[in-house]
């Protein structure tokens, strides 16, 4: 929330969903995101997503980081169907490091 002339007004992020889904959509349609790199993006926001949405659960409140604590990591890996942490940390990186990878490349001057 950000305040403007004495009234609250939300303000779009790239977390907001469909934000997000158009902009995905618009660089695909554009030539600039090819297929498999599209998928891929669309997989990790809504894994992410997803695990946000678990942790508001565990938490009642909004959180966009991860519980260090070894019993509340297991909580969130339970309910993300995951059979560990070690196992929910494995996915959680890969999904993370895919999309900062291609966020990099997307982001980065063409040579």
Request: hydrophobic share 40%; with cysteine; net charge positive.
């Amino acid at each position: 929330m950000h305040h403007k002339r004495g009234k609250l007004c939300k303000v779009k992020t790239i977390r907001d969903g469909v934000l997000f889904r158009s902009a995905v959509i618009a660089l695909a349609a554009a030539g600039l995101l090819n297929a498999p790199d599209y998928l891929a993006l669309r997989e990790s926001y809504d894994f992410l997503r997803q695990v946000e949405s678990r942790l508001r659960i565990m938490t009642n409140r909004a959180l966009d980081e991860y519980p260090e604590a070894p019993d509340e990591l297991q909580k969130l890996a339970r309910r993300l169907s995951f059979d560990s942490a070690a196992t929910f940390r494995t996915e959680l990186e890969r999904h993370t490091s895919r999309t900062r990878e291609l966020f990099r490349r997307l982001t980065s001057p063409s040579p």
